[in-house]
């Protein structure tokens, strides 16, 4: 299986915004979306992933530095400042246990996937476990299928 299986069935929906969105509209697109992740497009590239991951990470800084001074609220930054700039990707070739990999060793939670400059749509660890449980439901049915005496599910 490829990367491409799993936006073949997962779909293309794409979540953006630009660098300078304030992150207050990003928190709330993404629970508004009940998503994890935006992708930050600029001039129709991709600059930078935002997830929950940064979120948490410039709330637990400011929970830090307020108790030293002021700090900026989530109606001051903006996704450039927090945004991940360098993100890794898949590409639609992309063997899918490689995909895992990858994300299991980077703790990845979120990849966009790009064929050359295109940014095609994001998998989540979550679309990858759905498809490899889907995958191998469909290996098994079909095993028992060919195995014609096996008991069947109640």
Not at 96 to 124: C, Q
Request: with cysteine; hydrophobic share 45%.
């Amino acid at each position: 299986m490829h990367v491409r299986d799993i936006l073949r069935v997962k779909g293309r929906a794409l979540y953006a915004v630009a660098p300078e969105t304030l992150l207050s509209e990003c928190v709330t697109t993404m629970a508004d979306l009940d998503i994890g992740s935006l992708v930050v497009m600029e001039q129709g590239r991709l600059a930078g992933m935002l997830s929950f991951r940064e979120v948490i990470r410039v709330l637990a800084k400011r929970q830090r530095e307020h108790r030293v001074g002021p700090t900026p609220t989530m109606a001051e930054i903006r996704a450039r400042e927090v945004m991940e700039p360098n993100p890794r990707v898949a590409t639609p070739d992309m063997d899918v246990n490689a995909l895992r990999l990858m994300m299991l060793e980077h703790h990845d939670r979120y990849v966009p996937v790009i064929d050359g400059p295109l940014l095609l749509g994001v998998i989540s660890f979550y679309d990858v476990a759905r498809a490899v449980l889907d995958s191998q439901s469909f290996e098994n049915r079909m095993l028992k299928a060919y195995i014609k005496d096996w008991p069947t599910e109640g």
